[in-house]
């Protein structure tokens, strides 16, 4: 299977290209470059393994929530050369990614995500590990105010930048994991064998808010 992820919904750009059973990925932490970097990395993945879009399976891309900017950008990026490749497209939960990234990079396999939406709210999910070794959503990737969530009983492990901004003492957290690529392979490939694609016409950035603004 060959698969084109794309990850632009915090501070990182992600890229992750799987040829068969190898996975080639870039992952930097650079605030406010992601545009101008995601194509030049797509590329040079491409060509490093000698692969055009017109011989992958599909392109994966993280949907949001997070960055209004950032998951427009992935979105865009995923619906142009899926577009111009004919290729489906398969969006995923970039909470779910940063959850699938903990379990990949720390081992963690129950995991609240909190993620910082700015005006008093922030992204909230729920996850833990499957038998396939995938993380699975127990409660559905919401928007609210700190002080509205109700997280699910349990033995639970935090990541996300909101921890900091909002602390829970009883909880082990890791605030500074971004949502890597890499991670966002291992859901897609599921997602792909069980037909979950869209055409690129039909791909849509997951907000969650409707603005992003105060009303005055």
């Not at 605030?31 to 000698?50: F, G, H, N, T, Y």
């Not at 993380?135 to 990737?141: K, T």
Request: aromatic share 8%.
């Amino acid at each position: 299977m060959n698969l084109l992820a794309i990850e632009t919904s915090d501070a990182a750009c992600s890229i992750a290209l799987q040829v068969g059973d190898a996975i080639h990925a870039r992952h930097e932490v650079i605030p406010m470059q992601q545009s101008q970097v995601v194509l030049p990395w797509i590329d040079e993945l491409l060509r490093a393994k000698s692969i055009t879009l017109n011989q992958l399976d599909a392109i994966a891309f993280g949907c949001g929530p997070g960055s209004f900017t950032g998951i427009r950008l992935a979105t865009s990026i995923a619906q142009g050369l899926g577009y111009g490749a004919g290729l489906p497209l398969i969006p995923v939960s970039s909470l779910a990614i940063l959850a699938q990234t903990a379990y990949q990079t720390l081992g963690w396999d129950r995991v609240l995500v909190a993620v910082d939406a700015r005006m008093q709210e922030i992204y909230t999910g729920a996850y833990e590990l499957s038998a396939e070794g995938h993380m699975i959503s127990i409660q559905d990737d919401q928007l609210c105010a700190p002080d509205k969530i109700q997280w699910p009983p349990g033995a639970w492990r935090g990541v996300g930048n909101a921890w900091t901004i909002y602390p829970d003492p009883s909880l082990e957290v890791n605030t500074t994991l971004l949502p890597m690529a890499s991670a966002l392979l291992t859901l897609a490939i599921k997602k792909y064998t069980q037909q979950e694609w869209v055409r690129p016409q039909d791909a849509l950035p997951v907000y969650l808010r409707d603005t992003v603004a105060w009303k005055t």
